[in-house]
């Protein structure tokens, strides 16, 4: 399946803003000028993804995030100054489009400060249409899942709890991902007591 993936022209002149909700907040991986707290409305955090390659196998799959249909997104922008635009465009292709799962999107982002601020910002979008796309899964499908899940990235506990601590560092709070993480702490803490 072709990565679904923007032409040249649908880019913005000037700096780039990219939207992370996810590992993206912690781990961006390119260079920025800045970042600050942002909203993106009309889609939501969701763990919706199945993860193959960096947090899964296809034997034994991960679970990992997309921005899926519906509600708010509150995340972090980062400021791509226009010179590194290109090489911050090709490393976010080969880090978020391996397995083609995502569409890449331009989408208003409003900045948090003291004026709110508009602006189009580059973000990875759940392919609906793609064969990883999970949809909604219980709370337990999701944990049996992200226990399971051991990729290229490491343990797929591992990605969850480092985007709760970041989520947290920001002031976000994620109530269906907060209470998926409280369970993997709840498992942590019984294994090592045994």
């Given at each position: 399946?072709?990565?679904?993936?923007?032409?040249?022209?649908?880019?913005?002149?000037?700096?780039?803003?990219?939207?992370?909700?996810?590992?993206?907040?912690?781990?961006?991986?390119?260079?920025?000028?800045?970042?600050?707290?942002?909203?993106?409305?009309?889609?939501?955090?969701?763990?919706?993804?199945?993860?193959?390659?960096?947090?899964?196998?296809?034997?034994?799959?991960?679970?990992?995030?997309?921005?899926?249909?519906?509600?708010?997104?509150?995340?972090?922008?980062?400021?791509?100054?226009?010179?590194?635009?290109?090489?911050?465009?090709?490393?976010?292709?080969?880090?978020?489009?391996?397995?083609?799962?995502?569409?890449?999107?331009?989408?208003?982002?409003?900045?948090?400060?003291?004026?709110?601020?508009?602006?189009?910002?580059?973000?990875?979008?759940?392919?609906?249409?793609?064969?990883?796309?999970?949809?909604?899964?219980?709370?337990?499908?999701?944990?049996?899942?992200?226990r399971q899940g051991h990729g290229n990235y490491g343990p797929n506990d591992e990605?969850?709890?480092?985007?709760?601590?970041?989520?947290?560092?920001?002031?976000?709070?994620?109530?269906?991902?907060?209470?998926?993480?409280?369970?993997?702490?709840?498992?942590?803490?019984?294994?090592?007591?045994?």
């Open positions: 399946m072709a990565a679904k993936t923007l032409s040249e022209t649908q880019f913005p002149d000037g700096d780039l803003w990219v939207f992370g909700y996810g590992s993206l907040i912690w781990n961006p991986g390119f260079a920025f000028s800045e970042q600050k707290p942002a909203r993106l409305i009309g889609e939501h955090r969701s763990l919706c993804i199945y993860s193959m390659v960096h947090r899964g196998t296809p034997e034994k799959p991960g679970l990992v995030l997309g921005l899926d249909r519906g509600g708010a997104c509150q995340g972090v922008a980062f400021r791509v100054e226009a010179a590194q635009r290109s090489a911050t465009v090709a490393y976010l292709r080969e880090r978020e489009q391996v397995t083609s799962v995502y569409r890449e999107v331009m989408r208003a982002v409003w900045i948090d400060g003291d004026a709110r601020q508009r602006v189009r910002a580059l973000a990875y979008v759940a392919d609906r249409g793609h064969s990883q796309y999970a949809g909604r899964l219980s709370l337990d499908e999701q944990l049996r899942l992200v990605y969850v709890m480092a985007t709760v601590t970041a989520l947290e560092a920001q002031g976000i709070r994620d109530t269906p991902l907060h209470r998926l993480a409280t369970m993997l702490r709840g498992e942590s803490a019984l294994h090592r007591r045994a």
